[in-house]
């Protein structure tokens, strides 16, 4: 089993910055592509940010220059360091993994619990 625990969401003023973790453990042989979603009440979830496995980077339009994605393979871990925040960035924020596992190298897809960002006065 591979599982991904999300971490650091939070009510902030906008302009004001956060920083979303991700940690993965369990059985993990390999970590490819990390992804950030989000999904905000109403809405349909959406890709926001997502790094490979050699720190290649992707960003969705609406986030790119404000928001920085980032990995420690090391320590099985993805970033989301989002700047200059918005009411429009209010969402509940999802991490997502994909690689193979150590006990049998099959292949696993695993979301996290998702963290609850806030931006409001």
């Known amino acids: 089993q591979v599982q991904l625990v999300e971490s650091g969401g939070g009510l902030v003023q906008p302009g004001g910055s956060l920083r979303l973790t991700c940690t993965a453990s369990g059985s993990i042989f390999s970590i490819n592509t990390m992804y950030w979603y989000r999904q905000a009440p109403g809405k349909q979830r959406e890709l926001v940010a997502a790094i490979t496995s050699s720190s290649s980077t992707n960003y969705a339009d609406s986030v790119k220059g404000r928001f920085t994605i980032s990995r420690d393979s090391a320590k099985n871990t993805g970033y989301l360091q989002m700047n200059t925040l918005r009411p429009e960035d209010t969402a509940v924020y999802y991490c997502?993994?994909?690689?193979?596992?150590?006990?049998?190298?099959?292949?696993?897809?695993?979301w996290g619990q998702g963290t609850q960002v806030t931006v409001s006065s």
């Open positions: 997502n993994a994909a690689g193979r596992r150590a006990l049998d190298l099959r292949w696993y897809n695993v």
